[in-house]
């Protein structure tokens, strides 16, 4: 499957973005998906993931309550809202598909798309 991640930009303290992840290739409901990010000089995080439903989501902590992770399987598009931005939430983000394992960690994704940088100005 083919991940096309967009939405990302320079937003100030306090502000809001909504990323999207459009997939092609294959059937996008089969897969797990996630968002995760890279901060420079860091190592790549798991933000969110929801299930091939959509009736189950996870976040990291730091997001709890400030992102919203949800999907349009007719669309075969994965969506990050993210609200309440810090600086701390500055990095490169990713979208990813996995057919199973653990929602949280890298080594789960199969497929990973290009990514989209979001910067958080004070």
């Known amino acids: 499957v083919q991940l096309q991640a967009s939405g990302g930009g320079l937003v100030q303290v306090g502000g809001s973005l909504r990323l999207s992840c459009a997939a092609s290739g294959r059937t996008f409901s089969r897969y797990i998906m996630g968002w995760f990010r890279q901060a420079p000089g860091k190592e790549r995080e798991f933000v969110a993931a929801i299930s091939r439903s959509g009736d189950s989501t996870y976040y990291t902590d730091s997001v709890k309550g400030r992102f919203i992770i949800s999907r349009d399987n007719a669309k075969s598009t994965v969506y990050l809202e993210m609200n309440s931005l810090k600086p701390e939430d500055t990095a490169v983000y990713y979208c990813?598909?996995?057919?199973?394992?653990?929602?949280?960690?890298?080594?789960?994704?199969?497929?990973w798309g290009q990514g989209t940088e979001v910067t958080v100005s004070s």
């Open positions: 990813a598909a996995a057919q199973w394992g653990t929602m949280s960690s890298v080594n789960s994704y199969d497929y």
